[in-house]
């Protein structure tokens, strides 16, 4: 499993709903919420072979509330 991570910025108001709905479709490893240019910064976890721009497309693009996204694959833990 590769993690990567995704900075959430959320409409106003809505950064608890729409970390809410991340956690209830059971795919965040950890979320935490953030000041500054965004809301949430989420991490999440992929099989090595999977597509990180499909799951973030079908899987947290989907989530009402979501303005934009930044995605921050990982390439070595140290």
């Known amino acids: 499993m590769k993690p990567f991570f995704v900075l959430i910025k959320c409409e106003l108001g809505r ?8 956690a209830d479709r059971e795919i965040a490893s950890e979320i935490y ?5 965004y809301d949430l910064l989420v991490k999440f976890y992929a099989e090595h072979d ?29």
């Open 33 to 37: 919420s953030t000041a500054g240019d």
């Open 15 to 22: 950064a608890y709903e729409v970390a809410a709905a991340i």
């Open 50 to 78: 999977s597509d990180i721009g499909h799951f973030v497309n079908e899987n947290v693009h989907s989530v009402s509330g979501i303005r934009d996204t930044k995605t921050i694959p990982t390439f070595k833990a140290f």
